[in-house]
């Protein structure tokens, strides 16, 4: 057994510094006074990366030796935030390294700052990826995370002139020092061509998948550290040309023809999609799926033989989680792996493949569900559609046989032939798996009812629940030490391993001292987002003021133009009939819009326009201030959970699969306002109705509402308030002149209102009085906010990931 303990990976205050000195001089040769802020982050993050993976191989040695049962996770998105300040958390470092640093006159704050974080994911479904990878290796599971290594991640967004404007993300332009590539894991990945069946002299089929193209993806690993203990392999794949077709072209001696298909390749993995719920059936989205499927296919087989089992044994050693539908390619192409390249009978095949896979569903918008045109298919994918048809036939044989009628095979079948032919990859998805779950009580239920009711009917124990959860290290350990220290100083250490202890602290919100402290903490951070709201905006915030945040891409089901509408009430209130009653509130927002989503991209305008009417209009911005803090990240959400007052969750019920953000905000002590829709739900039955601010319709009401006829223009028509508002949207005050500025919404709101904001418009005002009501009444508010911290134990993703472990996978903890 290869000694790991080579080298000084020491984790005391004189081991860091020499490391670090050492990376300085050797890894990037220099010296302290010419290094730039960028040569002292990456020293350092290399000399913290030798001993994260010094922690890897010994939880990968482990994992060998017992012939452990793993999980291999698929992700198209991953959003794993800043690694510094988290590795040095989970290395239990953190002062040391301060201190190390001191001793040589550097600023870790300062160094962390230089972090570019890899936003390798849209929102909610990639962050949760990288809290699961967190979990994952804090509870010592088995498991390897697979992913594509966009060069482009998230666009960066900029504000002008109040709208956005996007640019590319480029993350990997100073060096990316957690990643190390892995030359010699490559495969490769075909696209295109036609198949050849042909019979043997048995008269067995054989089916030949000769490709149009090639490419090669390579592998590029991250050690993910969990805390106190092991570590997991974050595997993303880059697309490079294939050396084959490099060299065909070669002795062509078209060397430019060599250069453009390496360039053509490397397409692939140049750049995420940035549309999330909203899907554009791009040829090159699905060649990315395809591409990281099939590399990382090829690597859990390569994994599973390295061991000496045989592919029969394929599903009793591995489990791959389907992150959504965009890895659910991997169906079919499995069947392809096991029948065509490695001549097993179907039926055989098909058992493993069924027993392999479970698949997580994200969304009920019908525009969100992915369904690719069988034509695209054809092109790209000509083996692939075979296999689809011949899975959907048996299934469609199999529900002949249970007597499904007609109608109930055609809403069931992968292929929807009611226009142009497409495949249904949710269904796909279904049939090719074991387990299928939502990601929150009640949106696993909606799925059952819904999106999934026949196959719900046909395969009741198929399907279960899996509610969300955060990482309490990342979004509370790391993001607020000051809070962090309060908990310890009270309870102990154990909640970073066991967030339930936090329940610990519920007698201590009758406790006069204990809740000063409790907002003496909550104004520091306030002070801290305040500062960042200043570097980023110009705007000045009171740290006094009610902190009110709605942040989370911008979509019309999460309805943050309903926030809008309240405010624009709150301003007439204030200029109109000069009521100074209202408390300072400062409204932060933040948040990506699809680039190519109109209403979306119109709402941020909105949101900046009330922000310059208000927050240059000395009548009303000592009361009111409206923030959009640009380009909303991990990195800058470590700055605003902490420092937010009350947490803004306010999606249509029955629209918002879960939720992540509602938990972060939680944990940080913010107070709650929001439907009960998703996670919410939950959250609410946990902290206790009366510390949660609720309002609007539920999803059995809406269904209600929407089945009569609902009719918006009723609404607006019969609430003066709501009238006044609306019209202000065109109102020259607001639109300076441009009287179709906002027209779009407005006109939506009246006629259309498909997510019901004229609906829920006055529930929300009136509950918004109470958290005002609430507000002025601090000790009150301390209380609830020390509840709600107390009880969401429940959401820490240590708890998801044992659910997924019992419920699901089947797997058991190594612990080293
Ligand atoms: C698919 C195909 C083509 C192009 C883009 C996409 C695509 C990309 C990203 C579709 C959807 C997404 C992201 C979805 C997402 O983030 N969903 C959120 O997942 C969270 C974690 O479960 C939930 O908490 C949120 O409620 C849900 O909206």
Redesign the pocket.
């Known amino acids: 057994k290869p000694g790991v303990e080579v080298g000084n990976i020491g984790l005391s205050k004189e081991d860091i510094k020499t490391s670090f000195l050492e990376k300085l001089f050797y890894s990037l040769g220099r010296i302290p006074v010419v290094a730039t802020p960028n040569d002292l982050y990456t020293s350092l993050a290399l000399a913290v990366r030798d001993r994260v993976f010094r922690k890897y191989v010994k939880s990968l040695e482990q994992y060998a030796e017992e012939d452990a049962r793993g999980v291999a996770y698929l992700s198209?998105?991953y959003l794993p935030g800043p690694h510094l300040g988290n590795n040095l958390l989970n290395l239990e470092i953190m002062e040391e390294t301060r201190e190390a640093l001191a001793e040589l006159n550097l600023d870790l704050e300062e160094l962390l700052k230089e972090e570019v974080e890899p936003g390798l994911?849209?929102?909610?479904?990639?962050?949760?990826a990288s809290c699961y990878m967190d979990s994952l290796a804090t509870l010592g599971i088995p498991s390897i995370a697979y992913g594509i290594r966009y060069e482009f991640g998230i666009f960066k967004q900029e504000i002008k002139e109040g709208w956005q404007v996007e640019s590319t993300d480029k993350w990997l332009h100073n060096g990316n020092p957690w990643e190390v590539i892995r030359p010699e894991i490559s495969f490769e990945v075909k696209f295109g061509g036609y198949t050849e069946h042909t019979r043997d002299e048995n008269d067995k089929l054989h089916i030949e998948w000769i490709p149009g193209s090639e490419v090669k993806g390579t592998a590029y690993d991250t050690p993910i550290l969990g805390y106190q203990s092991n570590g997991i392999i974050l595997r993303l794949w880059k697309a490079e040309a294939t050396e084959s077709f490099d060299f065909a072209a070669y002795n062509l001696g078209d060397y430019y023809r060599a250069v453009e298909k390496k360039m053509r390749s490397e397409n692939i993995t140049k750049v995420l999609?940035?549309?999330?719920?909203?899907?554009?059936?791009?040829e090159l989205?699905l060649k990315q799926?395809y591409f990281f499927v099939c590399c990382s296919l090829q690597d859990i087989i390569r994994l599973h033989l390295l061991q000496g089992r045989k592919l029969e044994s394929l599903h009793e050693k591995f489990t791959i989680q389907l992150n959504?539908?965009?890895p659910s390619i991997a169906v079919p192409e499995l069947m392809r792996l096991l029948v065509d390249v490695y001549h097993m009978e179907w039926d055989a095949a098909w058992m493993v493949t069924c027993k392999t896979f479970a698949y997580?569903n994200?969304?009920l918008?019908p525009e969100?569900l992915?369904r690719w045109p069988v034509s695209l298919i054809r092109n790209l994918l000509p083996r692939h559609l075979e296999i689809i048809y011949e899975i959907n036939s048996r299934f469609i044989n199999e529900l002949r046989g249970h007597n499904f009628t007609g109608d109930q095979i055609s809403r069931m079948s992968l292929v929807d032939e009611s226009g142009e032919p497409t495949i249904r990859m949710a269904h796909l998805a279904t049939v090719g798996s074991y387990m299928i779950n939502g990601?929150?009580a009640l949106?696993s239920g909606l799925l059952k009812k819904q999106v999934l009711k026949d196959f719900a009917e046909l395969w009741p124990n198929k399907f279960t629940n899996v509610t969300?959860g955060v990482t309490h290290r990342r979004f509370l350990a790391v993001s607020n030490p000051g809070l962090s220290a309060l908990l310890s100083e009270k309870i102990g250490k154990d909640w970073l391993t066991h967030l339930d202890k936090l329940k610990g602290l519920e007698s201590y919100s009758e406790d006069e001292t204990f809740r000063r402290k409790w907002m003496e903490v909550k104004l520091e951070n306030k002070r801290n987002l305040a500062t960042q709201i200043k570097e980023l905006t110009g705007i000045d915030i009171n740290p006094e003021m009610l902190i009110d945040v709605q942040v989370k891409?911008i979509h019309e089901y999460k309805r943050q133009h309903l926030k809008v509408l309240h405010i624009l009430s709150l301003y007439l209130r204030v200029k109109k009939e000069k009521d100074t009653s209202i408390p300072p509130t400062a409204f932060v927002f933040g948040g990506k819009a699809a680039p190519g989503y109109f209403m979306a991209k119109r709402i941020i305008k909105l949101i900046t326009a009330v922000g310059e009417l208000i927050n240059n209009d000395p009548e009303v911005n000592k009361i009111l201030k409206v923030v959009f803090l640009p380009n909303f990240s991990v990195k800058l959400a470590q700055h605003v959970y902490p420092g937010a007052d009350l947490s803004e969750q306010i999606?249509m019920a029955g629209k918002?699969?879960?939720?992540?953000?509602n938990m972060k905000f939680a944990l940080n002590g913010a107070l709650t306002i929001g439907t009960l829709d998703?996670?919410n739900v939950e959250i609410r039955e946990e902290v206790g109705e009366e510390n949660f601010f609720l309002f609007g319709l539920t999803t059995d009401e809406v269904e209600n509402k929407k089945a009569q006829g609902y009719h918006p223009y009723k609404i607006y028509a019969e609430n003066e308030n709501l009238k006044k508002v609306m019209e202000f949207l065109l109102s020259d005050e607001l639109t300076r002149g441009d009287t179709e500025l906002f027209k779009p919404i407005y006109n939506n709101l009246l006629h259309q209102d498909p997510y019901l904001l004229m609906e829920d418009y006055q529930s929300y005002i009136e509950q918004m009085e109470n958290v005002y009501h609430v507000w002025q009444d601090r000790e009150k508010w301390a209380k609830m906010s020390i509840l709600n911290v107390a009880r969401m134990g429940k959401f820490s993703s240590d708890r998801s990931i044992q659910d997924y472990c019992e419920k699901i996978w089947k797997v058991e903890a190594i612990k080293v």
Request: aromatic fraction near 2%; glycine fraction near 18%.
């Open positions: 198209a998105e994911g849209n929102g909610g479904l990639g962050r949760l999609y940035p549309n999330d719920e909203n899907l554009s059936g791009k989205r799926q959504d539908t965009h997580t994200h969304t918008l969100a992915e990601v929150s949106h969300n891409r999606s918002e699969a879960s939720g992540t953000g998703g996670a």
